[in-house]
């Protein structure tokens, strides 16, 4: 049995399978190396509002460009590209990505109804759609706050729905229910 373990268990078999063990590991170890230097050479491209050149069609790459665009007030085309994202996205990518484009009403409609009282019916229209596209990402992810936040101010800003059938000019008022009538 001793001969068997000794023959199994040699310096030189040992020494070969250190040797590859530590050429898989420096090799494992320069290819992590250069995927974090990609990563940086793309952060820093992202920061500096560079189109990356690294991971050109990957999705943080289309996704920071859209996001690039709305800090720039590009927010038709940041639009497009955040809703071309939606059909790859994961559950928590689709709540950001909902989030950012009822930003973008938001900012919109903002920008939009500080200008201008004329413009009610259109403004209305974008809180609405930032509404719906913060209630889009509630339903996806219940735990953003700043989505929950954003809801909240559109819904402070937004105007109550009428009652049906009654107009501005012919609001009812206090309805008061069990009153006589004729009592002052």
Known sequence: MALITKNLFSTKKLTWIFALFLIISLGVFIKQW??????????????????????INSFEA??????WLTTKERYKEANILFTNLLPIASPSQKAAIQYNIGNIFFKRALAINGTDMTVKNETEYLFRQAKAAYMLSIKIDNHAWDVKHNLDRVLMILPANPTPGVGDSDSPGLILGNVPVGLP
């Open 62 to 67: 289309r996704y920071a460009t859209a996001y």
């Open 34 to 55: 250069i995927e974090l230097k990609n990563i940086q050479v793309f952060n820093r491209d992202i920061a500096e509002g560079k189109s990356p050149s690294m991971f």
